[in-house]
Nanobody
Framework: QAQLVESGGGSVQSGGSLRLSCAASGYTYSSYIMGWFRQAPGKEREGVAVIDLNGSTTYADSVKGRFTISQDNAKNTLSLQMNSLKPEDTAMYYC???????????????WGQGTQVTVST
């Protein structure tokens, strides 16, 4: 059974860093693209970063230059390095597997359970 399990969330002060990880079992990176989404209270879920089947990455404008998505195919792990965090980055972060090729057109087919990121001033 395919499964996505996130870890690495937590609380950090503004300007700090966190690294999220997603353990993917039952997925083959050659068939699905992987991405990170987030949802803040009262807001819609939004795409944060996507890595396509060729390893190319795209990011939401709000995180460009601060977040880096990567994947380790041997370990079936997707990561999101988040630097220079801001209070507006506070949200539940979700790992997703799906189709498409960019952060704006990725259609998620499966989600992890999410991990909370809280950035304080």
């Amino acid at each position: 059974q395919a499964q996505l399990v996130e870890s690495g969330g937590g609380s950090v002060q503004s300007g700090g860093s966190l690294r999220l990880s997603c353990a993917a079992s039952g997925y083959t990176y050659s068939s699905y693209i992987m991405g990170w989404f987030r949802q803040a209270p009262g807001k819609e879920r939004e795409g944060v970063a996507v890595i396509d089947l060729n390893g190319s990455t795209t990011y939401a404008d709000s995180v460009k230059g601060r977040f880096t998505i990567s994947q380790d195919n041997a370990k079936n792990t997707l990561s999101l390095q988040m630097n220079s965090l801001k209070p507006e980055d506070t949200a539940m972060y979700y790992c997703a597997a799906g189709v498409g090729n960019t952060v704006t057109n990725m259609f998620p087919l499966d989600w992890g359970q999410g991990t909370q990121v809280t950035v304080s001033t």
